[in-house]
């Protein structure tokens, strides 16, 4: 499989798929295909379809399969952003935010995450589920805004704002910690918590959180009477 990412800032993922390859999807993530690609939406048990609930998704997913040569499929994003390619290998596991599955190969695998830490799941701007993805394949975020990358060094942090987080390998752990001083958590807007993510491993950061650009267009939106 080959892909290419084009447009901005609706961008849209294009994939090259060889004969009897199989591609997964979110549920209504296809743009355009050709005729040759053969689509089956499947649940894989009741085990997966919950957990891809709990976790954001649809319960179903669709697979799409080249049959009788090489295919090209099209998925494209559902918010402003960025479409991000990451290479999920079985010693590299991905853990994301909920709902930003877009794409991935049949051999990327899907599960939910829990917290660890339960204040971090309740406070920390991700929720108590988020999704983990192992296997070996190319997989496709559905970024919110630009992504801005850091490799963390093992016991080195960084403090994100709540939403900010977009993804990270699973060798990084998050935490949660209280904004210092009443009159910061009260006046300063930026709530009453930040997460604490804490290396070793790459984490990826989002500049627009769908959550926040939600709240800045219902400041100025007229108010219905």
Known sequence: MQYQIQGQPYPVVVLTVQPEETV?????????????MEMQTKGGGLGKMFSRALSGEAMFQNEYTARGGVGMIAFASAVPGEVMPIQVTPDKPIVAQKSSFLASEKSVSFEMFFQKKIAGGFFGGEGFIMQKFNGNGM????????VVAYDLAPGQSMMVDTGNLAAMEATCTLDVETVKGVGNMLLGGEGFFNTKVTGPGRIWLQTLPLSGLANALARVMPSSK
Do not use: H, R, V, Y
Not at 24 to 32: D, F, I, P, R, T
């Open 139 to 146: 997989l496709f975020l559905e970024i919110d805004g630009s």
């Open 24 to 36: 997964l999807c979110q549920k209504g993530a296809m743009a355009w295909m050709t005729p040759n």
